[in-house]
C-alpha cells in the first residue's frame, strides 16, 4: 500500500505510534459514552442483552488503556536489558486483550445460561433499549472501520487486535438489538439468547487474539509467503549463492532473520563481509525486519554444525 508508514531500520517509525495513541483516544472516549449508556438503560429497560453489551463497551475501555500503556512502552529504545528493543511489549498487549475478551465472554455465557435455565427471571424488556442498542451498533461500527484504517496503515497487529475488537462490539449490538425486538414483539427469551451468542462471539474473539499472541511470544515463525519473500531478496543479492537455514521469529510488529549464506570461498573476508551487508540491508529495506543475523558459508562446503 503506497500510504503505509515505512519501518526504519532500527524500529518503528514514530508516526506509527502518534496515530495508535489518536485512535485509541478516540476509540476510549466513544466506550465511556456507549459504557454508561448501554448499561444504565440497560438496567432500566430491564434487557440483560443490553446490559452484556455495556460490560463489553467496559472491557474495550480498559483494552485502550491497555494498548495505551503498550504503545508508550514499546518505543523505548534497546537497553542493556533489552538489546533488541522493546517491541513485545505489543505483543504482550495483544495477549492481554486476547484473556480479556475471553473472561468477558465467558461471563456473558454464564450469566445467559442461568437466565435461560430460569425463565420466569427474565423480564420483558422496553422500547428503549432499542434505540440504545441500534445507536450502539452504529457507533461501534464507525469505530471498527476508522481504528482498523489506522492499524493497516500503519501495520501495527495490536491496533488490529484492538480494532477487530471493536468489530465484535458492533456484531455483539446487533445481536443484541434481534434480541431486543424480539422480547418487543413477544418473545421474551430472546434477550439471553441474544446475550448468550454475545458471550460466544466475544469469547471466541478472545481465543483467536490470545493464540495468536502466545505463537509470537513463543517465537513462533512468520507466514511462510513472507519467509519466501526473505528467502528470494536474500538469494538475489549478487555475491550470493546460496540461502539455507533461514529461521525467522516476531518481536511485535518486525521480524528477526536468521540464516545461513553461501558465498564463495576464494574471496576476501571484507568481500565477504559486504556481501553480506549488501544482503541484510536489502531485507530490511523491503520488508518489516527489525535485524538479520548472518552466518557465511564458504560455497560448496557442508556445514558442519547443520547438516542435512
Do not use: C
Not at 466513544?30 to 432500566?44: D, E, K, P, R, S
Not at 463489553?56 to 534497546?78: G, I, P, R
Not at 497487529?157 to 445481536?175: C, F, G, K
Amino acid at each position: 500500500m503506497n500510504d503505509q508508514i515505512e519501518v526504519s531500520a532500527g524500529g518503528e517509525s514514530p508516526e506509527k505510534h502518534a496515530a495508535a495513541r489518536r485512535s485509541t483516544l478516540v476509540s476510549v472516549v466513544v466506550n465511556i459514552g456507549l459504557t454508561v449508556a448501554q448499561i444504565v438503560a440497560g438496567i432500566l429497560s430491564h434487557s440483560q442483552g443490553l446490559i452484556a453489551d455495556g460490560i463489553h463497551s467496559l472491557s474495550d475501555l480498559v483494552a485502550d488503556f491497555v494498548v495505551l500503556f503498550a504503545n508508550h512502552h514499546s518505543q523505548k529504545e534497546a537497553d542493556a536489558d533489552h538489546h533488541y528493543g522493546h517491541h513485545r511489549y505489543e505483543t504482550a498487549a495483544s495477549l492481554v486483550l486476547g484473556v480479556l475478551l475471553l473472561a468477558v465472554g465467558v461471563g456473558m455465557l454464564w450469566s445467559a445460561v442461568n437466565k435461560l435455565h430460569d425463565p420466569h427471571l427474565i423480564v420483558k424488556v422496553k422500547v428503549a433499549a432499542l434505540w440504545v442498542a441500534l445507536a450502539a451498533l452504529l457507533a461501534k461500527e464507525l469505530l471498527f472501520r476508522y481504528m482498523l484504517a489506522v492499524a493497516e496503515r500503519v501495520r501495527s497487529s495490536m491496533l488490529v487486535a484492538n480494532a477487530w475488537h471493536a468489530r465484535s462490539d458492533a456484531a455483539s449490538s446487533l445481536v443484541v438489538a434481534v434480541g431486543i425486538g424480539g422480547s418487543l414483539l413477544g418473545l421474551p427469551i430472546l434477550d439471553p439468547i441474544a446475550a448468550l451468542v454475545v458471550g460466544v462471539m466475544v469469547s471466541r474473539m478472545g481465543w483467536t487474539f490470545g493464540w495468536s499472541a502466545l505463537h509470537d511470544l513463543m517465537d513462533g515463525a512468520v507466514d511462510e509467503s513472507q519467509v519466501e519473500q526473505i528467502r528470494e531478496i536474500l538469494q538475489t543479492t549478487p555475491g550470493v549463492k546460496g540461502v539455507h537455514d533461514l529461521k525467522t521469529r516476531k518481536m511485535g510488529d518486525l521480524i528477526i532473520v536468521d540464516v545461513h549464506l553461501e558465498i564463495d570461498g576464494a574471496i576476501t573476508v571484507s568481500e565477504g563481509h559486504e556481501i553480506t551487508v549488501a544482503a541484510r540491508n536489502r531485507v530490511k529495506k523491503d520488508l518489516p525486519v527489525l535485524d538479520v543475523l548472518v552466518h557465511a558459508d564458504p560455497y560448496g562446503e557442508p556445514d558442519e554444525d547443520f547438516v542435512g
